[in-house]
């Protein structure tokens, strides 16, 4: 495949190869070489400013040793001249065709085109969402899903080995909570009357589940409203909201026995597990694995762990309980891993996970978090580097967070009292690729304000429109053209594409050579982001030339060689809204 810049960069150390013993007293490492696009078409295609990078280090003005560089280059066909400019940049110009060669490979690589090899085959498990089973997936969920699925395409695309993996939270006391949650509401059903406490999950979803429980159990699992409540502490805000859950959860326990426990449990896990499948299918996103907690736990993964720690001398004991010593490795305290009375936190599986995931294979471990886990990754990153792992195989992606606005209002969200948003809601409102797009719009260490309004618009203003509306409106000229009975000469394009002189027509050339470059910025940056604004840049570049020119003429060669271009910017927008996640309708 045609890379122009890697090309350029590739030049460019063969040059500083054959200037090493002379002018440069050593090699220079090769990711020190950079070469981009420059700002001012005037200017050239490319830039470098190596020679203003070493400098310093050789001892010689930038200007000489740009210089110098220039003259060392290679010959090459895709360059037509090299010049030293300002404090020392290199400037390039490519020959006229170097941009037609590239669009003759956009049409023979159709949906291949952008795909590299650059990862190398790097094992890589890609862990996202994994949102507790307690509710439906919200808003804040969603831009995780997003995100990390086009995380994924990007990484697949440029020669990584993705595995995509849900890590299903379905231990601890969060499950507790939302078994006795449903089960109160079952009680409810069957005319109970009792306080609803101030910690249990109070969304409508909740009710969903009672109604199934009733309708498999009847009134099996009723017990008096009186027998649940006696001599139960205060809730809040009188008592302490946390005890009080405590003691529903430990009644519940008793009056229906740990197998009528376990089963309203799991009727609840599987109702919520079953809601986030659907939903996440729904909009377009798989995962190769959903990988349980307690399978984690059943399969002796924690103890294992924990053997590891203890045998690197990472673990010690104080006040009946196991603490990892995880100031040692750059957090800012010591950390429990199993309480006094034998109960593990939650960090003790989190390590086993991790450890796991080395154990399967896996190179390159990323996390997709949301932002209040930064001092958390630290944590972990630590505890794999006292097993003896790489810290740096770890790598998080911390999920800032999302603001929906309908009308420039706020819509006020909260969390366990129930007042959000849901995934689902969003996608009937403004459409998956909306949704997927928007989400995608900025950077995700950035907060999000997703405008409701504005995703549901057929305007040039939403992004989304703007970019599939390039995609149709190739389709429709080539209607037009079968309309007119005319027919698309693909060999007559190809051999007439130095036609394609107009500056407007260099310009969308010069877009259709940069998108593998933004394919292997955003997957080696984490930026899907950088992928949305080259799509929106190319849009705008195909719609300027679209306006001003006329496609459909009596000039045959013309015409073709336009067509040619027009079919190149329909294969490129579709390659990288199919990244993203976002269909390419022919029609609007």
Partial sequence: MIDLKSELERLLADALASLTGGLLPHAVDPAWINVERARDASHGDYASNIALRLAKSVGRPPREIAAAIVAALPLSPMVASAAVAGAGFINFHLVRDAHSAVLRQVLERGEHYGESAAGGGQRVILEFVSANPTGPLHVGHGRQAAYGATLGNLLRATGHSVHREYYINDAGRQMDILALSTWLRYLERCGETLPFPANGYRGDYVHGVAAQL????????????????????????????????????????????????????????????????????????????????????????????????????????????????????????????????????????????????????????????????????????????????????????LMQFVSLFRGGQKIPMGKREAQFVTLRQLREEVGNDACRLFYLMRSHDQQLDFDLELAKSRTNDNPVYYIQYAHARVASVMKQLEARQLQYDAAMAAANLERLDSAAEQAVLRELARYPEVVQQAAAARAPHTLVHYLRELANTFHTWYNAATFIVDDAPLRNARLMLALGVRQVVRNGLTLLGVSAPDSM
């Avoid at 909201?241 to 376990?262: H, N, P, Q, V």
Wanted: hydrophobic share 45%; charged share 30%.
């Fill in 214 to 397: 009733e309708q498999r159990r009847g009134r099996e699992l009723q017990r008096p409203a009186a027998q649940v409540l006696a001599a139960l502490p205060q809730d809040a805000p009188a008592g302490d909201k946390e005890l009080y859950i405590d003691a529903l959860i430990a009644r519940m326990r008793t009056l229906l026995g740990a197998d009528g426990f376990d089963d309203v449990l799991a009727l609840a896990l599987a109702a919520m597990l079953g809601d986030i499948r659907e939903d996440l299918t729904a909009f377009g996103v798989e995962f190769d694995r959903w990988y349980s907690e307690r399978e984690l736990t059943r399969s002796g993964a924690v103890e294992h762990a924990l053997e590891r720690l203890e045998a690197a001398g990472a673990l010690y004991r104080k006040d009946g309980a196991l603490w990892f010593r995880a100031s040692q490795f750059g957090d800012d305290e010591d950390r429990v891993l199993v309480r006094a009375n034998g109960q593990q936190t939650y960090f003790a599986p989190d390590i086993a996970y991790h450890l796991q995931k080395r154990e399967r294979g896996f190179a390159l471990l990323i996390d997709v978090l949301g932002a209040d886990h930064h001092g958390y990754v630290a944590r972990l990153r630590g505890a794999l580097v006292a097993m003896g792992e790489p810290g740096e195989s770890l790598e998080a992606c």
